[in-house]
Each structure stands twice: as structure tokens, then as C-alpha cells.
């Protein structure tokens, strides 16, 4: 196998795991806000939407920060 093919399955490898990285923390902070909201009840689950977003903020953060680190040592 080539060099040039290796970089880029190893390339492949690192975004599929930046993306269940993503849906796992997602996921958790839903799973977080839907606890919340059954512990303190409210008319508009509001810790499960507030949770979510913070979740999905977070892992494009994250998302963001790793595609810098990529990008420099490319």
C-alpha cells in the first residue's frame, strides 16, 4: 500500500471518529437534560433543549478545535 493511501484512510479514520465522538457527547447531554427534566418536571422541557444545545455547541467546538490541529500538521 502506498503512502499517499495510508494518509488518507488514516484521514477517514479520524473524521469518523470525530463524528461518533460528536454524536456521543450529543447524546449524552440529552440523555443529561431528559433526566433533568424528569427529576425537576416543567411545562416546556426546557433542561432537555438547553442540555442538547450545549451538547451540540460543545462538539462543534471541539469539532473546530481538531480540524485546526489537522489542518497544521498538514
Given at each position: 500500500m502506498r503512502q499517499e493511501d495510508k494518509k488518507?484512510?488514516?484521514q477517514y479514520?479520524?473524521?469518523s471518529?470525530?463524528?461518533l465522538q460528536m454524536?456521543?457527547?450529543i447524546g449524552a447531554a440529552a440523555y443529561?437534560?431528559?433526566w433533568l427534566d424528569e427529576k425537576?418536571?416543567?411545562d416546556?422541557?426546557?433542561f432537555t433543549v438547553g442540555c442538547s444545545l450545549l451538547g451540540v455547541f460543545v462538539s462543534m467546538y471541539l469539532v473546530?478545535?481538531?480540524?485546526q490541529q489537522i489542518s497544521k500538521k498538514n
Open positions: 488518507s484512510i488514516n479514520l479520524r473524521f471518529g470525530i463524528a454524536g456521543a457527547l443529561l437534560g431528559v425537576y418536571p416543567n416546556f422541557s426546557g473546530i478545535k481538531q480540524v
